[in-house]
């Protein structure tokens, strides 16, 4: 079965510092890879999303992810955090339900704590 | 710019009530989802409709039903409210052409006494 770990559940890093989200998924295919941000009480955004082609994808915001499917990892990245990028983050990957495809399996998040 | 809409943002409502959580989307999408997150879980698939009056179970479909009359519009029902319901629902949609990517509406936080 699909799956999808973040390993860590809260990182807090320093304005400024780069920033390095682990993502792990468990996929046979070729994936559909996405990362989410959600800020307090909103709903998700997507930042990026990975389907072929160049393994580093570039988002919103200053994101970047690669994937490396030697590692089944969809790793997100900041060079500079900001303040604002305080907020939850979620990685997920398309999954396939019952035939139907198009559900995302989501991984439970990493919440990103910035100290001034 | 693309709309999801979420009929509440907070919700409080009593044991054994009948509640309806209503989302609408206005991009065409086929696909509609709705989840449930709580603190330490992640997201969790309760239901999704990849057309009209089409329906397919998520991971935690017990204690709710799904309505899907129109394509744009989503209803999650709790047909008998109890506490261990209380939790943030998110509603999301997608097109089955492209790459999927989800779009959330803002969700509904429902508190269940």
């Known amino acids: 079965a699909q799956s999808v770990t973040q390993p860590d559940i809260h990182i807090t890093v320093s304005e400024g510092a780069s920033l390095e989200l682990r993502c792990n998924y468990s996929?046979?295919?070729?994936?559909?890879l996405f990362w989410y941000v959600q800020s307090p009480g909103q709903g998700l955004q997507l930042l990026l999303k990975y389907f072929s082609g160049d393994t580093l994808v570039q988002g919103i915001k200053g994101f970047e992810a690669e994937f490396k499917r030697s590692q089944s990892s969809f790793n997100l990245r900041k060079p500079s955090v900001h303040w604002s990028d305080a907020a939850e983050y979620f990685c997920?990957?398309?999954?396939?339900?019952?035939?139907?495809?198009?559900?995302?399996?989501f991984g439970k998040g990493t919440k990103l704590s910035v100290k001034p | 710019d693309v709309k999801v809409t979420q009929s509440s943002r907070y919700l409080v409502k009593r044991t054994g009530e009948k509640v309806f959580l209503e989302c609408v989307q206005d991009?065409?999408?086929?696909?509609m989802f709705w989840y449930r997150q709580d603190p330490g879980l992640g997201l969790r698939l309760i239901y999704f409709s990849y057309d009209v009056k089409m329906k397919e179970k998520g991971d935690i479909p017990e204690g709710y039903s799904v309505s899907r009359e129109k394509k744009e519009r989503f209803s999650l029902i709790l047909e008998s409210a109890s506490t261990n319901q209380t939790s943030m629902y998110l509603c999301a949609s997608s097109s089955v052409t492209g790459t999927y990517e989800q779009y959330f509406g803002p969700g509904t936080r429902l508190t269940v006494t």
């Open positions: 996929y046979g295919a070729t994936p559909y």
């Open positions: 997920a990957v398309l999954g396939n339900y019952g035939g139907s495809q198009g559900n995302l399996i």
């Open positions: 991009m065409d999408h086929e696909n």
